[in-house]
């Protein structure tokens, strides 16, 4: 492909193109405009002017059958600029995807199938869910990459574009999306690793919020994705200022030819066209066009003014073939897949696994809580070790770290670079590129199939903390792996030491943040992680730490319960330490001390306080007896979220400051972490205890 403007393509419709769509795309316009002024708010512009273009790609170019929603060889389309949802739940109504004319009218009504953004798992057909930009972007690099590793297990010899498991990635990204920095960092990742199966097309229409783009946005994007690697194509308005479809088709027909790189299709667009004050202004964007301006718009489409939510029968039955046309085109693929199914009896296991995400336990019987007490190990290393097992076990588990592999022990030994010429290594490298990296790993796990984990310092969880929440959110099975989690790094200093991270990751719902205490609690949360099937961090440690001798101590498997009891006193205690991390071992020792001044301490290791919000009530009230309201917390992190389990009479042992840079005992010294402070924390709540 020459990277000559689209102008250069002759613009042609689609063989199947009739008069009958031209009459589909008028009405998709004008329910966008109706659905947004009955809810009386959302963003009617957008879904107006780019009905053309999800139009082409649903009815004329997308492989996909809208019976099955989950088709592992369907094209896959994301709408990142996800507040133009009317875009995406029109096709998906129209192609049959069970949206009704009713789902459209209750437009984001609360518990409605139509919400103000699309929400992966609440809508059949919505791929991601989209709404902060930048994201959908990303997110389709992230299936674009997973799309080849997936072919790469299996079907890795069909030459390129043959294997029934090839298939594209369309994006819909606006000026929004394309400003953000993620999809910067995630463009840069898609050319290089030369994801031609990936054909984004940016809605060039000149508007965001604040008016015309000029005011924040004068570089040359063209250029821009040139020089990042990609194929760009410009497509320009037809005459009468709407999609000039037969361009869009002729781009991406040509997008799909190209073997090299991936495509974006600059298309300009009127916002709102063809509203006839509204159309090209800011004010369409975000609010209800208002009763007349639709009245108007309808009139400019050729459709009666006074009437909402139209669709002659004969428009619906044209669309709703495109279901047919699926059917076919899946029977096909079917054959193909029976006869890959017969051939390969190995891979349609491995693909059986992936497809159901369940991993039968007796695979994992490796992953035990088999580190020898006898010699120290960082909670990283331990990780990297367990990663190693992994691997053997599940070739379909990937990752990599944005450039700190070595720190991170994420490096899979022996697997490769995931590279253009080396397309299914299992090493991705994703550059200094955190938010990208979050975001990709939730492509990947949206696209489905493979298990995906990346790395980078704890710190730096703040450049991905938008992945993390809409990991949380969709419930996606990715695992971040997060090293040097306290001022325990030490040299480093401040910037690099998390104080607050801990109590922050705990805030997003759903999240999983585990901060295993020994080298053995980090097997056990990697196989929990891996049964578990949700979304987890590892808070890991960069200086070694003890592994405590389990004959001696509590099983390891209690990681999975959240909290559980590690030492347990001869006598009733007569206090708990309840820590996390590498902090679990100052509490041992703070027990010991106090058990030689007569005092009974039990030493809860907590790694992670979701998993343990989840057990009955029961367990909880053994780990953490109500009776016993002598507790002390000990976190080298801010205090936030300990007073619920220490109680009112409890103490919380933390860290309400940035670090310093000095060694790594050296600050836990000079903060507090030692087992004489934690046992003067003690004292001072059975001191509050008494005096109640
Ligand atoms: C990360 C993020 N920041 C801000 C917003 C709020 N917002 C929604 S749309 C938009 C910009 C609209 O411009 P554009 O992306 O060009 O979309 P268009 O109006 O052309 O559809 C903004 C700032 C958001 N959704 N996500
Ligand atoms: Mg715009």
Sequence with gaps: MSDEPAAALSPQLPTQWSPMDDRAIIYARALAADAVQRAGNGHPGTAMALAPAAYLLFQHHMRHDPRDPRWIARDRFILSCGHSSLTLYTQLFYAGYGLTLDDLKSFRRMGSQTPGHPEYGHTAGVETTTGPLGQGIANAVGMAMAARFQRGLLDPDAAANTSIFDHYIYVLASDGDLQEGVSAEASSIAGLQKLHNLIVIYDDNEITIEGDISLAFREDVDARYRAYGWNVLTVGTASDGSVDIGALHAALVAARQERERPTLIRLKSVIAWPAPKLRGTSKSHGAALGKEEVAATKVALGLNPE??????????????????????????WDENFNAWRAANPERRELLARMESRKIDPALLSSITADFSHEKEISTRKASGDTIQKISAILPEFWGGSADLAESNNTTIEGGGDFLPESPYGRIIHFGIREHAMGSLMNGIALHGGTRIFGGTFLVFSDYMRPTARLAALMQLPVTFVWSHDSIGLGEDGPTHQPVEHCAALRAIPGLAVIRPADANEVAIAWRQILTSNRPAALLLSRQNLPVFNRSEYGAAE???????????????????IIATGSEVAIAMAAAQLGSAEGLNLRVVSAPCLEWFNEQSEEYRQSVLPKEISVRVSVEAGIAMGWRELVGDHGSILSLERFGASASGPELFKEFGFTAENVLAHLKKSLASVKGK
């Design 558 to 576: 209690g990681v999975t319960r959240g909290a559980y009891i590690l030492y347990e006193p001869a006598a009733t205690p007569d206090g708990i």
């Design 307 to 332: 009437e909402d939510f139209q669709l002659p029968d004969d428009v619906l039955a044209h669309v709703r073939k495109v279901s047919e046309r699926g059917a076919i085109v899946r029977s096909a």
